[in-house]
């Protein structure tokens, strides 16, 4: 490579900090260029390594992300660029560090803020090793139809129209990267195109001046007449008049210092850049303009007569044979991104995934259609969200209560059940609460936490069939059905479950109707007849309660047999038992219980004393 060229088509880059989307809008630019490699050797993120996924194109690929710019430096000996994001608090040490490493010839910092001591350090350690800085406060720059740092030009649209896809016959140079993008369309419009581009940053102290870029263009044979845009303040835009003089620059050279309305301002002001402000005469932008015509270069009148500048001395170098245009080529179109496809409406595509229940799109998350500060102003309570979430409705009060009843008294039933039991065991073996929880769930069912779903099903089935309780029964006997919801081992009717008691006389007072608590009572009766404890318990109660209540809230027979069959109601007895098994798992942490081994003489050891021996007939092989 030509000391004067800093990138070509064959340049690879390394990208500091996760800037996914500089990467692929770089990207896009190669594969609309044609290039034949991506320019991103890989990201420096310190935070983690790994992969990045990005797209080539149509395809996705996978960049590798490397936690230290030595890691990537040795993984990547052919990339010679680094483009920095760091923060202004980094960006000097980071920096300094890819100076020192011997295959990385350029750097660009992007970071505003960097301390002008630390800009003035980089810029001398960057000459000393005979390597190029572009910043710091800088977008970056382009090299056309080769290599594009990070953001610079912007999205693929801004540079189809810029013509940036290939190398026209124009070096331009500007401390401003904003005004960048309006300078590549100004010379566009008015010239074959941009052979290459710089913002080399509005600080003070850059790390490469106008200066050095525009003696970069004046070697580069490529180059055939060259535009700069400069800023008040400063006294650098000297330097290129005594080189124009001098004749180091030889070739044309357009040239406008912005800033000129700084003579009728207040000393001292500062226009955005922390280098453009005018501390005497001599920085103003009216004084730089003239002594840059004085000197020999092109300088318009004003920025409005910038590009009739551009145009009058490229079509005179035309005119004298000094410039053959560029041809014209077609640009690879870049693939549009789903999401911006999605939000211009242009695609349509079937979801994968429906979900009724609530929306995260917007600025606020809504459950149902209503939005959470709603539901905590409007206090629903568990109750309330439970309606939302489970069966899509605004419930009324006596209801939300009603499902919190449910919930506190379902919570717990101690540490011999079958789920606070495996909860316990597998929390004493070391494991996290996730897994004992779900030691603790995997027992409920048919057994244990299914009578809710059951109760409700076969009360439902028998008040709906026109059965008589005594016939209901007989019913379920003569089929060797047990009925789910009924018999408890401890309570009885003369000792009656307060649970129970204080349930029913809930839904006595708030129901408006509650025929299947009726029926299930009278069942009650039946039952206890034949012996006391066989009581409606408080997991048959509370399905029987729930099925009475989705009546009073209007659900059809059909919309209830649909929430019974997809197990809605196993669903309360889920959500309040996972109260207790957490309380179980952190009661034993907080205990420091050591791994449980169940003692012997609570188990019946019935073994033979010799395995009983298979004897082979009928097929000839017997020994």
């Known amino acids: 490579m030509e000391s004067y060229t800093l990138f070509d088509v064959d340049t690879k880059a390394f990208v500091y900090g996760s800037q996914r989307v500089a990467v692929q809008r770089m990207l896009d630019f190669d594969y609309m260029c044609r290039r034949k490699e991506p320019s991103v050797a890989g990201m420096i993120t310190p935070e983690r390594g790994g992969f990045e996924k990005v797209f080539w194109g149509t395809r996705e690929i996978m960049l590798p992300r490397y936690q230290s710019i030595k890691e990537a430096a040795a993984s990547h000996p052919e990339a010679d660029v680094m483009i920095n994001f760091a923060s202004e608090r980094s960006a000097y040490d980071t920096t300094r560090e890819a100076l020192d490493i011997d295959t990385i010839r350029t750097v660009t910092v992007i970071a505003e803020g960097v301390p002008e001591r630390h ?82 940053g509005g600080d003070l102290f850059p790390g490469s001046t106008l200066m050095d870029h525009l003696l970069r263009y004046e070697a580069n044979p490529d180059i055939k007449m060259m535009v700069c845009l400069g800023e008040v303040g400063g006294i650098d835009e000297y330097t290129i008049a005594e080189a124009v003089k001098s004749k180091k620059l030889s070739k044309p050279v357009v040239i406008w210092i912005t800033g000129t309305s700084a003579t009728v301002m207040p000393k001292g002001v500062q226009f955005g850049h922390a280098g453009a402000r005018a501390d005497s005469a001599l920085e103003t932008a009216e004084a730089k303009n003239r002594a840059l ?79 959470i500060t709603k539901v905590i102003e409007e206090k629903y309570g568990i109750g309330g969200v439970i309606g939302l979430l489970w069966f899509k409705k605004k419930m009324p009060v006596y209801v939300t209560e009603f499902i919190e009843i449910v919930l506190q008294v379902i919570a717990d039933h101690g540490p011999a059940v079958a789920g606070a039991h495996n909860t316990i065991v597998t929390a004493r073996a070391g494991k996290n609460l996730i897994e004992s929880l779900i030691a603790g769930l995997a027992t409920i069912g048919p057994r244990f936490g299914g009578a809710l779903n059951g109760a409700a099903e076969h009360f439902t089935f028998g008040l709906r069939s026109g059965m008589s309780p005594r016939e209901f029964v007989d019913h379920m006997r003569k089929n060797n059905v047990t009925i789910q919801g009924i018999g408890h081992r401890t309570h009885s009717i003369e000792n009656p479950d307060a649970r129970v008691e204080l349930m029913i006389g809930y839904a006595k007072k708030h129901f408006r109707e509650h025929p299947l608590l009726d029926y299930a009572l009278k069942v009650q009766d039946v039952t206890t007849r034949k ?93």
Request: charged content about 25%.
């Open 293 to 371: 015509k004085e000197a020999g270069l092109i300088v318009p009148d004003s920025f409005d007569d910038f590009d009739i500048k551009i145009r009058e001395t490229f079509d005179q170098l035309k005119k004298e044979n000094k410039i053959t245009p560029a041809a014209e080529i077609e640009p690879r179109k870049v693939p549009m991104d789903f999401k911006q496809a999605v939000s211009e409406g242009l695609v349509r595509r079937s979801t994968n995934f429906v979900s009724t229940i609530c929306d995260d799109r917007g600025e606020e998350h809504s459950y149902a259609g209503v939005p």
């Open 531 to 623: 012996r006391g404890n066989l009581i409606l318990n408080i997991d048959g109660l509370i399905g029987i309660l729930f099925v009475d209540m989705m009546r009073n809230l209007g659900f059809t027979e059909k919309q209830i047999d649909e929430e019974i069959k997809i197990g809605v109601f196993n669903g309360f007895f889920i959500l309040g038992r996972t109260m207790g098994f957490m309380g179980h798992f952190f009661d034993q942490q907080r205990l420091m219980q050591p791994l449980y081994r169940h003692p012997f003489d609570d188990i019946l050891y019935e073994v033979p004393e010799k395995p009983e021996e298979v004897r082979l007939t009928g097929r000839g092989d017997e020994k």
């Open 119 to 200: 800009a003035r350090i980089l810029a001398a350690l960057a000459k000393k090793n005979n390597k190029w800085i572009i910043g710091p406060a800088t977008v970056g720059g382009i090299k056309a139809g080769a290599f594009k740092i990070g953001n610079a030009a912007g999205t693929p649209e801004n540079i189809a129209e810029c013509k940036l896809y290939r190398p026209g016959s124009v070096g331009f140079v500007s401390k401003s990267g904003g005004m960048s993008n309006e300078c590549y369309n100004i010379i566009a419009r008015n010239t074959d195109g941009v052979y290459e581009g710089v913002a080399i």
